[in-house]
């Protein structure tokens, strides 16, 4: 258990549904990623935030996909209109800044099916 | 319970020999790689790090070794153990403040 927790561990929707999903960060740990991660692949990387702010969101992130951190401690993935094609692993990583580069904590992920 | 990487790469190891795992990166400005180790139905799972001023770093029966010349990491591990069964994946952190993955190797651990 690394101290990152995420809620739900399993979502099941159908179609169209909107799904949202929380990540919890390790106490003081300022910088939380989103990743997705399909069967057979590593994870790909989606959003962060440092702190509150957004820095950065890659292309695999469509316009129906929010991420919000409001107060900078927990963060929330929002899927709108779900696609088969959502179905995946997704995860949240976190990590305290100290320098250019430093280790990321994962949680257990969110594992989603779209029906 | 759910399998993480249906068609990757599979190394089988009798319990007790050394594994060594292999990953090679695209990026050759990335100054920070990191092994994960992920079980099934769980996140990544950090196992150790490298800096790029480093070629080598050890940690509690794992070695990791990078290779600038040819942009290539591997990831040594002692005396296997069932534990040790999982999916391994390297990752680089360049621009962008992200990591981004290799494609994963399972390590399977016999008897």
């Known amino acids: 258990d690394t101290g990152v927790s995420q809620d739900p561990r399993h979502k099941i929707t159908k179609r169209g549904q909107n799904v949202t999903f929380r990540c919890d960060p390790i106490s003081e740990h300022n910088r939380l990623y989103w990743y997705r991660q399909t069967l057979g692949q590593g994870p790909e990387f989606l959003t962060y935030f440092q702190n509150e702010a957004q820095l950065e969101k890659s292309r695999l992130l469509s316009d129906r996909f929010s991420a919000e951190r409001p107060k900078g401690s927990f963060s929330t993935l929002e899927i709108q209109r779900t696609e088969q094609g959502d179905s995946a692993m997704y995860l949240c990583?976190?990590?305290?800044?100290?320098?250019?580069?430093?280790?990321?904590?994962f949680g257990p992920g969110t594992r989603l099916t779209v029906l | 319970g759910e399998s993480v990487g249906l068609h990757l790469p599979t190394l089988s190891v009798q319990e007790g020999d050394n594994s060594i795992i292999n990953c090679a990166y695209s990026?050759?400005?990335?100054?920070?790689f990191i092994w994960y180790k992920q079980e099934s139905g769980k996140g990544p799972q950090f196992i150790i790090d490298?800096?790029?001023?480093?070629d080598k770093r050890q940690g509690q029966r794992v070695t990791v070794l990078l290779n600038k010349t040819v942009k290539h990491l591997s990831l040594q591990i002692a005396a296997t153990q069932p534990g040790d069964s999982a999916v391994y994946f390297c990752a680089e952190f360049g621009a962008g403040n992200k990591l981004t993955f290799g494609g994963g190797t399972r390590v399977l651990v016999k008897p």
């Open positions: 990583a976190t990590t305290k800044t100290s320098g250019v580069t430093d280790t990321q904590y």
């Open positions: 990026n050759s400005a990335s100054d920070y």
């Open positions: 490298i800096r790029s001023n480093m």
